[in-house]
């Protein structure tokens, strides 16, 4: 018998020529996008291990075009970095790139792919989406919103009002945003000082920085069951406590629950999976179990915290910046509400203020990458084959600096959401796209946007907000990863207003 030695030379070339023979026959079979050479199984690990990503990602386009494609670890991603490419994704195409892709950390906090945001396309997605839809619309009837948000704005602006000193404006947005997506989705007004607010906070803002920051498992998935790293045992437990939170209140709503009295948007959703089973449809109802329920509050709680907590800082940071500019906006505040609190029904008239808030949306990029989206089906993009499968990335920090839609990019203005009369334009700008588009446009937009004007109001009707006496602004942003970007640690000195009739 001949005994074989294989060295460890010759599994590495045999490793390669079969990773060649691999990568000639995709290349041969399909008109994969353009991107950088890298080293085969370690990939774009300069791109993809810093927290610029996005920028990065950005400046590659300028050599290889509008879709790029790169290599991570193992996986292939492939970015879209301008409006045409983008609109013809996810909405000329929109059913062929409406798919998620599954990933080890995204499946630990969605019960394997049962929440909205993260999981792919199909009946039971559109399904789930369309019930928590109807959640939404429901409970933006009537007035519930906007005494909610009046109630708790009118509760930190106080508070503030007794800072004797500059304190950091983003302490408070982050306790004004969760303690109102808290009472939004649980119905519950709690003390400022609450002890289970600032642990869920604490929670949420931990889970998010492993986020940011990306998981070695996601990139060998094996390793979560063979060897763990600390780091991803920690995130399992926080996800772990997070749900285990949320599914308590759920169900203390169902033991509670009365129909035709809705106390929040849980209550809103048990009244949509009720009207389901009111007309019989016993398939819609086997697929909205509780598990699927639960993580839509989820959903709506955690993405909605975070986008509009780092939103409302962005919004500060620039009306401290600009002074002028908030001056305008006050000036616009007082003349169609005066002394009175603001109301959802000003939202037509707020035209500047409004205008400055998209602004901060566009230039403060809260999710300069977003959720990534996965081909369902071999497709094309600007010309290139997209294979089934595929990973896809919006970059929606270079759409938002793009100087073919907004010139000086990194100016912010106002004027360019409003037409020559000062009024906000019917169409929002091309190439504008904090929500997304699409099949998978953001589920909370529609309570987003009033949210936040009715507190940027709030709080600019109340106080002139500015730096302290001899600071200027601090013009870097401080990196979290995935393109998430947030203005330097700043503070503020507020000075309650005299309103001009």
Known sequence: MIKLSVNTQTLLAALSIGLFVYYFIKRMRY??????????????????SSVEMHKKVAELSKVYGPVVRLSFGTQTWIFLNTNEVVIEALVKKKADFAGRPKSASTDAITAGGKDIAFSTYS????????IAGK?????LQGDLLENMIQDNMEKFLNKMAQEKGPFIFKDYADMMVFHQLYTICFGQKLPIDDPEVKTLLKLEENLIEDFGTGFVEDLIPCL??????????????????????????????VDTYKPGVNRDFIDSLLAAKEEAKNEGD?????????TRLIQTISDIFLAGVDTTRFTMDWFVYFMTRFPEIQTKCQEEIDRVIGARHPSMRDRKKLDYTEACLFESMRLGSVA???????AICDSQVGGYDIPKGITIFINHWALHNDPKFFKDPEKFDPYRYLDENGKKKPARPDSWLPFSAGSRVCLGETVAKPEMLLMCANLLQRFEVRLPDGEKANPEYKQLGFGTELPSEYKVIVKDRIIKK
């Not at 008109?31 to 993809?48: A, D, F, T």
């Not at 959640?135 to 409970?139: D, F, V």
């Not at 016993?282 to 509780?290: F, G, H, Q, T, Y």
Request: proline content about 9%; hydrophobic content about 35%.
């Open 31 to 48: 008109r994969l996008p353009p991107g950088p050479w890298c080293i085969p199984l370690i990939g774009h690990y300069k791109i993809y």
């Open 123 to 130: 009946p039971t997605w559109k399904l789930h989406r369309k």
């Open 135 to 139: 959640a939404l619309r429901n409970y």
């Open 224 to 253: 979560k069951n063979i060897c763990p790293t600390a780091k991803w045992r920690n995130f399992l437990k926080l996800a772990d406590q997070l749900t285990k939170l949320i599914s308590t209140k759920y169900r203390d709503h």
């Open 282 to 290: 016993e398939s819609a109802l086997e697929k909205l179990d509780d």
């Open 368 to 374: 300069g990458l977003g959720v990534p989206h996965m």
